[in-house]
Structures are given as structure tokens and as C-alpha cells.
């Protein structure tokens, strides 16, 4: 079986990450995709935060906590749980804001004959200054964007090295990624195994209502209870019984 080469540039695997597999065969491809996105994972996990200066000049950081993978290539990746992922034309590393939450794009060209794209689904993050869970794709994507000034985007920063132990699962919401009888085809949700082995506690308090001026912010209590770590396949199993029921 072919291997996944050596990965020690994000910017470099963003840009062309099928040429980390060391085939140029389909099958083969297709069976190292998984080694591929997990090897990815642990690089944004353990490697790098994400960076923004806030209108006021405040630095802030966040670690990526959970983050699902989506890459669609004509004539290799064109399966039905590759196709779950909006097109885009987009510069490697770039922040892409769309319907469901905000990705980290892969190098996309949709103008092209042999077109590809994809990109980083983030669902959960972890304030570094407060420590707090922010757990959703919806909420990521609030937060990161109701801090970014004008015309400004994040950007993903560099950290000296911390370990994390990575776990895998189904993709939110991807129903594809188990078959009729609830076998598991595709893992390509990768998580951190919290410290404590709870994802549960953390509280936000941030809303956003608007005035005149634009949006603020209003505190209010709101217990984030999506865990990525819950049986997501059993939740799926359900949905299409309940879907079968007369």
C-alpha cells in the first residue's frame, strides 16, 4: 500500500494535496485519502491557531478543536461522499464564510476542465484567552467573523508544537458517510480529546444583537451540548428509521 509522503509544510499540502499521495492510481488514492486528512488534522491541531487583531488593535487566538474535511476532484475524488462540498475558486489557506460555517479552503478551481476544490469545515474552537469551547460551525464562524475588521480576514499562525491526541468520526450531518445499514464508509471528522474527556461544561456568553451602528455584543448564557464525541451513527440509524416509519 502507498504512503502518505512526509507533510511539513500546511501551506504546500493546501495547495496540492493529492500529490502527498505517493500514486497516481484511483483506487489507491482513494484508499490513502483518510491517512491524508488525519496526518492534515494533526498538523492545524497540534501546529497552528488562528490569529486575528480585532478592530481596537486586541490580538486574539484560537486552537481549532474539531474540523471536518471536504475535497471534490473530477475523475478521482467525484464519489457521493466526495460531492458534499461547495464549489469555490480560492487561494490555498484562505478563509471561506458560506451557508453552514466557514471552511479553510485547499486550493479550488471550479474554471477549469479538470476541476477541484474543497476545503476545512471548522465546527469547534477553543478561546485561548478564556479557555472556553466555541462549539458549532455556526458560532465558529460568528466569532471569527464579527472580530474581523473591514475587509480583513483570519489567518492561520504558526505555535511551538502542542501534543493532542486526535480522534476520528463521521462528518455532522453527512448522512453518505454510512451506508443503508449504518457501516461506517468515510471518517473524515477529526476532534481532540479534551483533557478533562468532557465537552460538555463550557458555557458561552456571547450574542450578537445590532443598532444603528452595526452589531455588539450582548452576554447571555447559552451551554454548548453538541459533543463530537456522542454516537453520531446511531443519531443517523435513527433519522432514517423514524424516515421509514408509516
Known sequence: MNKIKEITELRAVLENPLD???SSDKEDIISQIPNLFRKIAELLFERYDIFICDSKGKEHFYSLAE???YYHKKGILDRDVD???YPRTCEAGKFLWHDTGVDIC???ECDIENYYFGGILIRSLIDKESKQIIGGPGRCANELA???KAGDTPHLTPKKKEKKIVC???????DCDVDKDGKVKVEYCFFIEMKDGNWNRTKETIKMKSDFKGYIRDKVTYYYADNPESNRIEKLMKKRMDKGKI
Open 83 to 85: 460531492n458534499c462540498v
Open 146 to 148: 464579527f472580530l474581523c
Open 20 to 22: 502527498y499521495i505517493d
Open 67 to 69: 474540523i471536518e474535511f
Open 106 to 108: 485547499f486550493k479550488s
Open 168 to 174: 476520528k468520526t463521521i462528518r455532522q450531518g453527512i
